[in-house]
């Protein structure tokens, strides 16, 4: 069955560039000029590509929409001509699943939705896990804490659940990145961080003294066995 990339670009030599290539690499293609269309158009999508800035809404402001919207699991790539480490912490806490700079290569852009896809498809652990006052139902991607769900990007729980699957053991950077985004992922160490900031934040966290999600200095992070 064909994987449909759903396009949101106003560019047009961009977005007709684009939707040229991946339609060569053998996707469906839905390319849109606006936010409003892409809105109308996510339905049936596999994976979004996503530019930063559109003429009726910014695309950082489209894709924290997209998290809070019964499409918050569908895979993200923000394109964008920003380049600065704050604008990718930004889209990355915005809730995107990778990143790319303009100018780019059509090699490049096709290998990162390959990559995309392949993390989206790899199957969650099943059943049920409690932590505290955390509760996770991996079959459903449901997440709650004190018995109020917490709204997580599909990045976010993934991360959260393989660390509560495995309490008190500590996970370098490196891999966490190999087990919960993938041995292909093609991002820094950095990424890992930012996630764990966003979910000490949904839990209330506090950096210094936390009750979930401890660093380990020098090896990397650890769901704490006794919160």
Known sequence: MAVTVLLVEDETSVREAVRFHLERSGYVVRACATALEGWESLAGADVVVLDWMLPDEAGIAWLRRLRDSSFAGLPVLMLTARASEMDRVEGLDAGADDYLTKPFSAAELAARVRALLRRSSG??????????????????????????????????FDLLAFLAAHPGRVYSRQELLDKVWGVDFIGGERTVDQHITQLRAHLGDEPSEPTYLETVRGKGYRMRADP
Request: glycine content about 8%.
């Open 123 to 156: 199957e969650r652990p099943r059943g049920a896990l409690k932590v505290g006052l955390l509760e996770l139902n991996l079959d459903a991607g449901f997440a709650a804490f004190n018995s109020s769900e917490l709204h997580l990007t599909r990045r976010e």
